[in-house]
């Protein structure tokens, strides 16, 4: 081997020849001479040239520029297209710093002072960048800038003094009013007491907006699709559908509620929670406001939904309290008890009372246990199974069923319209999930008529299918109206049918919510007893869920069947006995080879062949779907060569040769092609003989 470690002079070693080049070698980058002579116009080129902005300039010579950066990063978690800036140039720009500002609307302030404090970083520890160079910069870290904690802004209010205006008229007043008896003026009312602000710690404010966040998600994802819903640009004022149970005990004045304004405020819990009932008068509904913000402020340990569940089942409650204190106010004040005013709400349910008293034929069943409400006390907080979780057919999934009671009244607790037969599913596990709904539905149902199991296949929320029995083609329909699956309540819906029963649930497609993130997940193929687990695509948390046993109570019995169309046909006397053959066998001249009569779907009439029918009737004939055997003249569903009873062959198979049909023939004419005898002697003795 030969040592590399004791080199000659001039010869070439493997290894670098120094380890750091010269000083003098290290070359700059290239500057562009009109960058050199006027940097601050050659990056103003460079915007315009990049972002296409509006430029305009100032007074003491400072230019604007309004441009859009698009965020380059494809993962960019925020719900941001395009971020409005207007970046102020300075006329002695590089000697002074670029500034920016962030123009979006619909980004709090306290997340655009991150984003403007971030570029100041970035010029502060840049030295030397290009106004391009920076925008980049700030483009790379926008993701960062806007994960940090939100910067807290405070909201300058100004308010003018007007105490000597007022101290002024007095003055004029006194000086040049002649002297006139001056009516006794009524006693100022005693001013409030100062009630200083209340305030939280740090620890206590984050808790509060990280409670707040979280159940604004469950409220958002629960109710963003319902009809009424809408929310204000700051997500402080909710607009949610409002259902009340017993919506005929309210004050007349406040029937027509239909939604509430709820107001959420950013210190929820820490701040109270409000309600404006919408469509109905301010002074009838302030009362009911009032009561419900003070029992909001008493329970925060309660969520938004339960607060929500409690108003639809207590608002009739609440406005008799409201009625009551208004009374008892006005006794007060003329200075006479309340007895009157009892005995007269008294003497105003006595003829209902005596009405229904009346009906002695009546009698009153009880509810079943499972139907029971959770807390028909009206105390009830968590009763989310009766109100939030079911749907209304007719809103196309709304927060609860609108009865039509007319002018019926209703004696006993008002609940939602329980009708046709209801689906639930007993012990169900739902872990991850909080909520879980029926968007297919395949269904097993018995016809009325013949009791015949069929399947309703692609049954959708609200949308009512049509289909017929396969054997007695009896007509019949089913209508899924859907309800949420959560913890406190384990009823999937109602179905509607009409001419059949439900019998079992088919594999059918769910879509759970992730309890985590509130989003729904994708739909879902289950069955009963199969266990369903999957992944959030939100979130990545894992959920699932099973349906151990499905339940079917029917409540109400289905619409009648449909009547028939027209009057029904007679039926036809052939004179056929089993086991004898049809005359001819079934065959016809039509058809020599075939063994069997058709019955035709068009006219239920029966006939040898298609022409048959052509022939004998006057409406074109449709496909027969059963048949009678040449054979043994039973009646059976149609089969393409066998009767389904005596075996034997109901179409004649082709002969072969000479002995066309087994028996022998010597007719040329149903001779076989490659039968030699078909063609001889034409035109031989045949001809003479003629001749």
């Known amino acids: 081997m030969i040592s590399t470690r004791d080199l000659r002079e001039g010869a070439i070693d493997g290894r670098q020849a120094v380890a750091r080049a010269p000083t003098g070698h290290v070359v700059p980058k290239p500057v562009p001479e009109s960058q050199t002579q006027d940097p601050r116009k050659y990056q103003l080129n460079q915007m315009k040239k990049r972002f296409s902005p509006?430029?305009?300039?100032?007074?003491?010579?400072?230019?604007?520029?309004?441009?859009?950066?698009?965020?380059?990063?494809?993962?960019?978690?925020?719900?941001?297209?395009?971020?409005?800036?207007?970046?102020?140039?300075?006329?002695?720009?590089?000697?002074?710093?670029?500034?920016?500002?962030?123009?979006?609307?619909?980004?709090?302030?306290?997340?655009?002072?991150?984003?403007?404090?971030?570029?100041?970083?970035?010029?502060?520890?840049?030295?030397?960048?290009?106004?391009?160079?920076?925008?980049?910069?700030?483009?790379?870290?926008?993701?960062?800038?806007?994960?940090?904690?939100?910067?807290e802004t405070i909201t300058l209010l100004?308010?003018?003094?007007?105490?000597?205006?007022?101290?002024?008229?007095?003055?004029?007043?006194?000086?040049?009013?002649?002297?006139?008896?001056?009516?006794?003026?009524?006693?100022?009312?005693?001013?409030?007491?100062?009630?200083?602000?209340?305030?939280?710690?740090?620890?206590?404010?984050?808790?509060?907006?990280?409670?707040?966040?979280?159940?604004?998600?469950?409220l958002e994802a629960r109710m963003s699709r319902l009809p009424h819903y809408r929310k204000s640009a700051d997500g402080v004022i909710y607009s949610l559908p409002l259902e009340p149970r017993r919506r005929t005990e309210l004050p007349v004045e406040l029937q027509r509620i239909q939604s509430v304004q709820l107001i959420i405020p950013l210190l929820y819990p820490l701040q109270p929670l409000k309600v404006l009932l919408d469509s109905v008068e301010s002074k009838d509904a302030e009362a009911v406001e009032e009561i419900f913000a003070e029992r909001a402020a008493?329970?925060?340990?309660?969520?938004?939904?339960?607060?929500?569940?409690?108003?639809?089942?207590?608002?009739?409650?609440?406005?008799?309290?409201?009625?009551?204190?208004?009374?008892?106010?006005?006794?007060?004040?003329?200075?006479?008890?309340?007895?009157?005013?009892?005995?007269?709400?008294?003497?105003a349910t006595i003829p209902r009372i005596t009405g229904e008293d009346a009906k002695s034929h009546i009698h009153v069943i009880p509810r079943p246990p499972e139907w029971g409400f959770s807390g028909e006390s009206g105390e009830s907080d968590?009763?989310?199974?009766?109100?939030?979780?079911?749907?209304?057919?007719?809103?196309?999934?709304?927060a609860a069923v609108n009865t039509d009671t007319g002018n019926v009244s209703v004696s006993?607790?008002?609940?939602?319209?329980?009708?046709?037969?209801?689906?639930?599913?007993?012990?169900?596990?739902?872990h991850g999930i909080e909520l879980l709904q029926v968007s297919i539905l395949n269904l097993s149902v018995k016809c009325e008529?013949?009791?015949?199991?069929?399947?309703?296949?692609?049954?959708?929320?609200?949308?009512?299918?049509?289909?017929?029995?396969?054997?007695?083609?009896t007509a019949f329909t089913a209508k899924f109206r859907q309800e949420m699956v959560h913890q406190n309540s384990v009823r999937a819906g109602f179905i509607d049918v009409a001419g059949c029963t439900v019998a079992d649930m088919l594999p059918s497609t769910f879509i759970p919510t992730c309890?985590?993130?509130?989003?729904?997940?994708?739909?879902?193929?289950?069955?009963?007893?199969?266990?369903?687990?999957?992944?959030?695509?939100?979130?990545?948390?894992?959920?699932?869920f099973k349906i151990p046993e499905v339940k079917f109570l029917a409540i109400t019995h289905g619409a009648p069947l449909p009547p028939t169309i027209g009057p029904r046909r007679r039926q036809e006397k052939l004179g056929l006995h089993a086991g004898e053959p049809l005359p001819q066998k079934g065959t016809c001249p039509h058809y020599r080879r075939s063994y069997r009569w058709f019955r035709f779907s068009c006219c239920g009439r029966v006939h040898p062949c298609d022409k048959c029918h052509d022939v004998a009737e006057d409406h074109p004939q449709e496909w027969a779907n059963r048949m009678i055997c040449g054979w043994c003249s039973r009646e059976q569903n149609y089969a393409v060569e066998a009767c389904a009873f005596c075996g034997r062959s109901v179409i004649g198979k082709k002969g072969r040769g000479f002995w066309e049909g087994g028996k022998g023939t010597r007719d040329k004419t149903k001779m076989s092609k490659k039968d030699r005898r078909k063609f001889q002697r034409v035109g031989g003795s045949e001809a003479r003989k003629k001749d």
């Open 515 to 544: 309890s985590r993130c509130s989003t729904p997940s994708q739909g879902l193929v289950s069955v009963r007893g199969e266990t369903i687990t999957n992944v959030c695509r939100e979130c990545h948390a894992k959920f699932t």
């Open 158 to 218: 100004s308010f003018k003094d007007t105490r000597h205006l007022d101290s002024s008229a007095t003055a004029l007043g006194e000086g040049s009013a002649p002297a006139v008896q001056e009516k006794p003026k009524p006693a100022p009312a005693p001013r409030r007491a100062y009630v200083p602000e209340e305030s939280f710690t740090n620890e206590e404010i984050t808790a509060a907006r990280e409670r707040r966040a979280q159940e604004v998600r469950q």
């Open 382 to 398: 968590d009763s989310d199974d009766d109100y939030w979780d079911s749907q209304d057919e007719s809103d196309g999934g709304g």
């Open 412 to 430: 006993g607790p008002a609940q939602q319209v329980e009708r046709g037969t209801a689906m639930s599913f007993p012990s169900v596990e739902l």
């Open 298 to 347: 008493q329970n925060k340990h309660l969520n938004l939904t339960s607060h929500l569940n409690y108003l639809a089942q207590n608002v009739h409650t609440m406005a008799k309290q409201a009625q009551a204190a208004q009374q008892h106010e006005m006794a007060l004040k003329h200075g006479s008890g309340t007895p009157n005013t009892i005995n007269a709400s008294q003497q």
């Open 54 to 151: 509006i430029q305009n300039t100032l007074q003491d010579g400072t230019t604007n520029l309004l441009f859009r950066l698009k965020p380059s990063d494809p993962d960019f978690p925020f719900e941001l297209d395009y971020l409005e800036c207007e970046l102020q140039v300075p006329a002695s720009y590089p000697e002074k710093r670029p500034i920016l500002r962030v123009k979006n609307k619909e980004i709090p302030r306290g997340f655009a002072v991150n984003i403007e404090r971030g570029w100041d970083r970035l010029v502060h520890e840049k030295h030397g960048p290009t106004l391009l160079a920076l925008t980049n910069a700030l483009d790379k870290n926008l993701e960062a800038f806007l994960s940090e904690r939100k910067t």
């Open 449 to 473: 008529r013949c009791r015949t199991l069929n399947e309703v296949t692609g049954l959708k929320p609200g949308v009512e299918k049509t289909s017929s029995c396969k054997k007695c083609a």
